[in-house]
């Protein structure tokens, strides 16, 4: 079982930057492949993006990519989610998940089996 915390949400203006962290506990984080996910006010939660167990593979939504970037260091057991040139859409409570099977569609909310408390972000026009 993993435990996740995300933290680095915040206020930004459009344009600016921000980077998400997910601190998971246990020793077998590297085992895990691991998402984001988002759920702006009044909307459904979204699929942001995903990357697997060591770093190589990585899948973005279309509504963020060449803007944000998934990274992990296995050895802090932490994931990270880049934003840059934010924007008001990209305003949402972000959640990091852990999948510990292989992903087979790394959208789906299903494939996850642990997730965080989420962290606010806020993109100021």
């Known amino acids: 079982q993993v435990q996740l915390v995300e933290s680095g949400g915040g206020l930004a203006q459009t344009g600016g930057s921000l980077r998400l962290s997910c601190a998971a506990s246990g020793r077998t984080f590297s085992r895990y492949n691991m998402g984001w996910f988002r759920q702006a006010p009044g909307k459904e939660q979204e699929f942001v993006a995903a990357?697997?167990?060591?770093?190589?593979?990585?899948y973005y939504a279309d509504s963020v990519k060449g803007r944000f970037t998934i990274s992990r260091d296995n050895a802090k057991n932490t994931v990270y989610l880049q934003m840059t040139s934010l924007k008001p859409e990209d305003t949402a409570v972000y959640y990091c998940a852990a999948a510990n099977v292989g992903l087979r569609d790394a959208a789906a909310r299903d494939e996850y089996a642990y997730w965080g408390q989420g962290t606010h972000v806020t993109v100021s026009s």
């Open positions: 990357i697997n167990w060591s770093g190589s593979w990585t």
